[in-house]
């Protein structure tokens, strides 16, 4: 029975494909044993368990950032994190150990060096994290899932996806989908949404254009986020909603895309083949925007500035995109050449690389 210890944590980012990857070695091979290292302080405290895996824990410890008082107590709690993560190897006679970045992830990498266990290294954005950075040193694979992501010694392998995306039939679920949303399966629909917490400017953006989407014979599917007070004109063709909690029936109805850029929802965009116009999130270091590029380079997808995205904007860019089917034709093709739905059997194999087989 093979062992198998995966690290990370933190952000849906990181705990979202890490989960595609133990449930893809569950299924592979029942009897082995799949655990999951992270912290006390993260989503995976959640997540984790509700799938259905055991869950060890490890100190956050962040990395320094300026020469503080925190900069000097890093090194000895850093030590103490690695020798719990030694502990958990040993404990549970683990053959491999896989990171996705975060603050479980870098304890990880050095305790599986130091008992000469093989670990890889998977990054899921174009912007790869410090962790993730230090861990390539001495990782026996690394697997981006972006092209041009400045990790040394990768390779693109993808994103590894949710089984209901992955496995998502659009034209089978496209009745189901419009009902569910009480939308007409039979006219285009465009799909706006930020995340689990919305997104002002695209909120504010549509919230002064809907009419145009609408008037240019198009649908319009909004998730504006739990928090934000949006005023829904209720009126057909256009559903608002705070929170979408089936986004695979979203997906199987949008025949175009409005969205921020996270890595899982470019990842996810490009391995359906829907044309997308990304507005990234202002705030951050521009990971956002590097996610998209890939996609934009390869004309699957648009890119607007969040400073830039207004209704007037929504109506001189968008609207006519929507009107030019020759032009949405394109970018579905173009998303075949960056979209994948192998990530998770890609970081498999890489696995499996590491351990010889």
């Not at 981006?144 to 040394?152: E, I, M, N």
């Not at 919230?207 to 319009?220: I, K, N, R």
């Not at 979203?250 to 470019?266: C, E, H, K």
């Not at 929507?322 to 034709?329: M, P």
């Amino acid at each position: 029975m093979t062992t198998y210890l995966l690290a990370g944590g933190g952000t849906a980012g990181h705990v979202n494909p890490l989960l595609a990857v133990a449930d893809g070695l569950r299924a592979r091979d029942p009897e082995a044993s799949v655990l999951v290292l992270g912290t006390r302080e993260g989503l995976e405290t959640r997540l984790v368990p509700a799938r259905g895996y055991e869950l060890l824990f490890v100190d956050k410890v962040p990395f320094p950032r300026r020469p503080d008082g925190a900069a000097v107590a890093f090194p000895p709690r850093f030590l103490r994190a690695v020798s719990q993560v030694r502990a958990h190897l040993r404990q549970h006679h683990v053959d491999a150990v896989v990171g996705f970045g975060g603050y479980a992830s870098a304890p990880a990498y050095v305790a599986a060096a130091r008992e000469r266990i093989p670990f890889v290294v998977h990054e899921a954005n174009a912007r790869p994290g410090l962790a993730n950075v230090l861990g390539t040193r001495r990782a026996a694979g690394v697997g981006v899932a972006f092209a041009g992501t400045p990790l040394k010694r990768s390779r693109v392998v993808g994103m590894p996806l949710r089984r209901e995306i992955v496995e998502l039939d659009r034209d089978a679920l496209r009745d189901e989908a419009a009902a569910r949303f009480g939308l007409d399966p039979a006219r285009p629909t465009l799909l706006v949404f930020g995340g689990s917490l919305g997104a002002r400017r695209l909120n504010e953006a549509f919230a002064g254009a809907w009419q145009d989407v609408l008037d240019a014979g198009w649908q319009l599917l909004h998730a504006v986020g739990e928090k934000n007070d949006v005023a829904d004109p209720g009126v057909a063709g256009y559903t608002v909603l705070p929170y979408i909690d089936r986004m695979d029936l979203a997906l199987a109805l949008a025949d175009a895309i409005v969205s921020r850029a996270g890595a899982a929802t470019v990842s996810e965009i490009s391995a359906l083949g829907i044309p997308a116009v990304y507005v990234p999130y202002a705030v951050g270091n521009g990971e956002q925007a590097l996610n998209a590029a890939s996609a934009v380079r390869a004309g699957a997808a648009r890119l607007i500035p969040d400073a830039e995205f207004t209704p007037d904007r929504v109506r001189s860019e968008i609207v006519p995109l929507l009107g030019d089917e020759d032009a949405l034709a394109r970018m579905r093709e173009a998303a075949a050449t960056v979209g994948s739905r192998t990530g998770t059997e890609d970081v498999i194999a890489m696995i499996d690389a590491a351990l010889g087989r």
